[in-house]
T-cell receptor
């Protein structure tokens, strides 16, 4: 499968701990997105990279959240001092410029904060 | 601010019945809308986009600017259509989307 891959698929952590999620986009996709999805809701945009540059961050992304894409390939999303409200599915997606607005999602990383 | 509303959380129909999943949007400018689908245990994927005016898996969606709607329709539902469906306006030229809260379609045998 050469689609977007995310790791880990599931993470249970204690409140106050730090967690990091990794996303590997489709090869040659220069755009990468992070979304968050809670139960009963659609995905909400968090942040967006074009190559290695983080071009937009949602207000949903508090200062406890940081995302990087150091070489313009894979990306990491770190949550520091997790809170129960951070429990959600974190979705990564990627696309290529001039690809007609088609983005491809990964399977997501489930976070449960206990 | 752009908003999208999917009024039905759950829609149950029998196999062979027509189905319509509603989507209403508020938008400034010229909207470009999409439908995404998530089948059980699969990733979210694009179903169709309004600019293509295409039919995918028997589904169609017409953008009605007067009613600000983009309802998804299929004349004869199949069991394999059971899934979560999300209406998603495109936010900008960088492929960022707003997503509705989704409608779960359940097609009963």
């Amino acid at each position: 499968d050469t689609g977007v891959s995310q790791d880990p698929r599931h993470k249970i952590t204690k409140r106050g701990q730090n967690v990091t999620f990794r996303c590997d986009p489709i090869s040659e996709h220069n755009r990468l997105y992070w979304y968050r999805q809670t139960l009963g809701q659609g995905p909400e945009f968090l942040t967006y990279f074009q190559n290695e540059a983080q071009l937009e961050k949602s207000r949903l992304l508090s200062d406890r959240f940081s995302a990087e894409r150091p070489k313009g390939s894979f990306s990491t999303l770190e949550i520091q001092r997790t809170e129960q409200g951070d429990s959600a599915m974190y979705l990564c997606a990627s696309s290529r410029s001039n690809s007609g607005n088609t983005i491809y999602f990964g399977e997501g990383s489930w976070l449960t904060v206990v | 601010a752009q908003r999208v509303t999917q009024p039905e959380k759950l829609l149950s129909v029998f196999k062979g019945a027509p189905v319509e999943l509603k989507c209403n949007y508020s938008y400034s400018g010229s909207p470009e809308l999409f439908w995404y689908v998530q089948y059980s245990r699969q990733r979210l994927q694009l179903l169709l986009r309004h600019i293509s005016r295409e039919s995918i898996k028997g589904f169609t969606a017409d953008l009605n600017k007067g009613e600000t709607s983009f309802h998804l329709k299929k004349p004869f539902a199949q069991e394999e259509d059971s899934a979560m469906y999300y209406c998603a306006p495109l936010r900008d030229n960088f492929n960022k989307f707003y997503f509705g809260s989704g409608t779960k379609l359940n097609v009963k045998p």
